[in-house]
């Protein structure tokens, strides 16, 4: 039987970023061989993954990428399940170079992405994302990323902490004006650029409710569609980022279509993340919970 030294163990910790008890383990069954210490416990890490992979990834960053060129960038969305880990040093990082990964490459979806070898290592995102897993002890995921790449216009990013991040496609104007758009956008949450991207259901939605508004108000029938047009074109300019007043507007008033003609630009495309958006958090009833633990030791 090998001497398993603490040296040992404190390298395969490094290697593989888990517990001492765990390395410890994995280097007598292997009877000192490092390597495959190494090997059984990214097997383990595998088995791992998929036991986790049935918990909700609710938390988690947004990231972002732009080239040094502004031409090319990525916003990736990354989760996890607790905002603990979201703030880990190590996860923020893996999010950041999964957003390098997707600019670089423009995979086709995520599990191309997974395949790729990613930004500043060695190994797959997939492997390094298990890798991670196995360090962190939680589910973690690629949830969606969105690229864009241009020979006209120039990129731009903004991150709100981590929960929130633009990356924008603009045409004129300076980076400037690109980090004020972004950090804008971030702000108010546009739904498009302007009314066309608005999706007709939502529109007549809010023409539906206008009109009934109006008839329950006892408002003249003659005056429903223009009471229910007035009402429609008031959403449009809140939810379309052209229509919306500029956040550090000087006068309070200035729209974003009034900013961007005066700067001689043009908006193309944006893409927000926010962490968790539309994911069905689990509400947690602790207090059930332990007092179906203490029935089950009393039992």
């Not at 292997?30 to 383990?44: F, N, P, W």
């Not at 000087?250 to 962490?275: C, H, N, P, W, Y």
């Amino acid at each position: 039987m090998a001497e398993i030294t603490a040296s040992m163990v404190k390298e395969l910790r490094e290697r593989t970023g888990l517990g001492m008890m765990e390395c410890k383990k994995a280097l007598v069954e292997s009877d000192g061989d490092m390597t495959v210490a190494e090997e059984q416990l990214r097997i383990k890490s595998g088995a791992k993954a998929s036991k986790a992979a049935t918990r909700v990834t609710a938390e988690g960053v947004v990231s972002a990428f732009v080239s040094a060129d502004a031409k090319t960038g990525a916003v990736v969305e990354v989760n996890c399940e607790t905002d603990f880990v979201a703030k880990n040093d190590d996860f923020q990082a893996f999010a950041k170079a999964v957003a390098q990964t997707v600019a670089a490459n423009n995979p086709a979806d995520i599990a191309a992405l997974s395949e790729l070898t990613i930004a500043g290592g060695s190994e797959s995102v997939e492997e390094t994302r298990k890798a991670l897993l196995m360090k962190l002890g939680e589910n973690l995921s690629i949830r969606r990323f969105e690229r864009y790449a241009t020979e006209a216009g120039q990129l731009s990013s903004y991150l709100h902490g981590s929960k929130i991040g633009v990356l924008l496609h603009f045409n004129g104007g300076d980076a400037a004006l690109g980090r004020d758009l972004s950090m804008h956008i971030a702000a108010s949450k546009p739904k498009s650029v302007d009314a066309s991207g608005v999706s007709a259901d939502d529109i007549a939605t809010e023409r539906r409710i206008a009109i009934e508004k109006a008839k329950e108000s006892g408002k003249p029938e003659a005056m429903l569609e223009k009471i229910a047009e007035g009402t429609v074109q008031k959403f449009l300019k809140e939810v379309t980022l052209l229509g919306q007043v500029f956040v550090k507007a000087e006068d309070g008033k200035q729209t974003i279509e009034q900013l961007l003609k005066s700067r001689g630009a043009s908006v193309t495309a944006f893409q927000m993340f926010i962490v968790g958006e539309g994911i069905e958090k689990k509400e947690e009833n602790y207090a059930e919970e332990v007092a179906k633990a203490v029935a089950a030791l009393k039992g």
